[in-house]
């Protein structure tokens, strides 16, 4: 009966690995959120296993151009399909601060949306808004406008720019990045470099200062590519022709320049930063 006994704990133990592996919220904690009140709600550090979509929070960083002709005093942001934040930058790119208390995803519309109005954007000054959310995707509202400036406390045009992100891993070298200009102006798109900083980076160090430090794994756009409004390109990342070794859980920052086509003054830089997914299992050798 042994040789019986040994093939059901062996066949017991490989399910149980396949379990864990193919159901990622097992076991997982709640991580700090956002609430409608953007207060933010503290929990206990999140315990979570190896899965194939990242447990570890997408952080974005984008900066942009007061081109309104005015001062602004108020700037208003409405993200598709994030339910919460766990974190926001409040550095000293970002001249209002803490989002207003009525910042908050709303469930009827799956929209989140970051309301700022203290502080000001002088005329032709730029200013810096960072997230970090469970989200691999950075997406305006379709509802117009998504994104735009507050002066005197009505909205003021021309909209800031917006270029719209996101990325999915294919496999554990392969990652496919979809890069969005999803307002009405063309955009002009000079580069998507895909950075390797070793160690993952703080929100507030998603700027130009420390990504130009960083290791440069391959840079996707050669020539200036032209993206109308509500146009879209995709790239695929392949890190091994890249010779470049990303494990699991190790760090991937994407950086992207892009301008309006008569004034290059008139840009969006965008940074995010993501995770490798794909955990490594090793079942036990087994005996007969």
């Not at 904690?29 to 709600?41: D, H, L």
């Not at 570890?56 to 399909?81: E, M, R």
């Not at 766990?86 to 908050?104: A, H, K, R």
């Amino acid at each position: 009966m042994r040789p019986r006994l040994s093939w059901l704990l062996a066949t017991g133990i490989v399910l149980g690995l396949a379990v864990l592996v193919n159901f990622p919220g097992a076991g997982q904690t709640r991580a700090p959120e956002f609430s409608q009140g953007g207060a933010a709600q503290k929990s206990g550090p999140a315990r979570l296993l190896p899965a194939l979509v990242s447990t570890v929070p997408s952080c974005y960083t984008w900066d942009f151009l007061n081109n309104t002709g005015q001062d602004a005093t108020g700037l208003v942001i409405h993200l598709k399909g994030i339910t919460s934040l766990t974190d926001v930058y409040t550095g000293v790119l970002n001249p209002f601060g803490d989002p207003d208390p009525s910042s908050g995803y709303n469930p009827t519309t799956d929209v989140y949306s970051l309301v700022f109005s203290n502080g000001t954007v002088p005329d032709s000054g730029m200013a810096e808004i960072g997230i970090c959310t469970s989200k691999a995707s950075l997406r305006l509202d379709t509802v117009q406008p998504a994104f735009y400036w507050v002066v005197s406390g009505a909205p003021a045009t021309p909209d800031p720019l917006f270029a719209g992100l996101d990325f999915t891993w294919i496999s554990a070298d392969h990652l496919q990045v979809n890069l969005y200009n999803e307002q009405s102006t063309p955009l002009t798109a000079f580069s998507l470099s895909v950075l390797t900083p070793g160690d993952s980076l703080s929100l507030d160090d998603l700027n130009d200062s420390v990504t130009s430090t960083l290791q440069l794994a391959s840079d996707q756009i050669s020539d200036p590519l032209l993206l109308a409004g509500g146009a879209s390109a995709t790239f695929d990342i392949f890190f091994s022709q890249a010779n470049v070794q990303v494990g699991y859980g190790a760090p991937v920052v994407l950086e992207a320049f892009l301008s309006t086509q008569d004034d290059t003054g008139n840009s969006i830089h965008l940074i995010a930063q993501t995770s490798q997914p794909f955990a490594q299992v090793l079942l036990p050798l087994i005996k007969k």
